[in-house]
């Protein structure tokens, strides 16, 4: 029996990435299901080419919702392909950063990493997830961003599918998916941000304990996620506008988007949907409380199930 529990062991590499994997499908989990309508708000006025004020646009969403026939159904439509696809997303994500971290510490024989290997593991995860989450991402967006009562809208995800198969083929399940791989850059540069900031810390504080306290998390995840979108977050905008149900009949390419968006809103166009000095918008607002929930279920997930 001895020799059977020894010559079955369980890989460290396995059981790692297996951790992070199952820590980042509850990070998106939880994530989703607090910040969905916030997320719903986002995406509608991402796709918004009105002039509207920052305060009017969110004014007139919020009016739509609360007008509705199933106010709170309304809220949480398309729950599912969100919860899918940050669950997912997420998922792997962690799966193929902790993964590629771990090939390149062998690689280098040490596992202190650097600035740039941090950035490197994390867009090769980022390009990784999205090549495999964009369908989910257009159904989703399709659904966030029109009311159940729009002529076209989808009853359900498996309807949307369905319905993209059909009418669209593979290149509808991936439009935008460009704007996609430019916003992995999103994600990397947060990443680098975030894992720079816990090296620091720990340096700073002479201690080999990398497990840090839940407020230490937020901190952390929150200065991270807003440098990353004062840079990245025009890509979002794009993209959403690439998904919408009509933009065969508004825009060309993303070139012609980034072009009329330019022409017709400004650079403001590119930032609608967020918290800028000039702009009150609820990007930020959404998004910094997502990702202090993601990293911060994540780590003590992820340092449960590996000290438990």
């Known amino acids: 029996m001895k020799e059977t529990n020894e010559s079955t062991p369980q890989s460290p590499l396995f059981h790692g990435v297996t951790v992070d994997a199952v820590a980042g499908l509850a990070a998106g989990c939880a994530t989703t299901l607090i910040v969905h309508p916030l997320d719903l708000i986002k995406v509608r006025l991402q796709i918004d080419d009105s002039h509207r004020s920052p305060m009017g646009g969110i004014a007139n969403v919020v009016r739509d919702l609360r007008h509705s026939q199933r106010p709170l159904q309304e809220i949480y439509r398309g729950l599912m392909p969100n919860l899918v696809g ?56 399709r659904m966030l961003s029109t009311a159940s009562t729009y002529q076209d809208a989808y009853k359900s995800m498996s309807q949307g599918f369905r319905q993209i198969a059909r009418n669209e083929g593979m290149r509808g399940f991936y439009r935008g998916f460009l704007a996609s791989l430019f916003g992995v850059g999103h994600g990397a540069i947060q990443i680098m941000f975030y894992e720079e900031m816990k090296r620091y810390y720990v340096g700073q504080a002479n201690s080999n304990d990398q497990k840090l306290s839940t407020p230490q998390y937020i901190t952390f995840s929150a200065a991270s996620k807003i440098g990353a979108s004062l840079i990245m977050y025009p890509s979002q905008v794009i993209r959403s506008r690439l998904q919408r149900y009509d933009a065969d009949n508004v825009y060309l390419s993303m070139r012609d988007v980034i072009a009329k968006t330019a022409r017709q809103e400004g650079i403001l166009g590119f930032y609608k949907g967020r918290l800028t000095p000039l702009r009150i918008l609820p990007n930020l607002v959404r998004v910094v409380p997502a990702t202090c929930v993601t990293f911060v279920v994540y780590e003590h997930t992820r340092s449960y199930m590996r000290y438990t």
């Open 86 to 141: 940050n669950t997912v997303s997420w998922g792997s994500y962690f799966m193929w950063y902790e993964y590629l971290k771990d090939k390149m510490g062998d690689f280098y024989g040490r596992k202190d990493l650097r600035f740039a290997d941090y950035l490197v593991c994390s867009g090769a995860s980022g390009c990784l997830t999205a090549l495999f989450t964009n369908p989910i991402w257009v159904v989703k967006t």
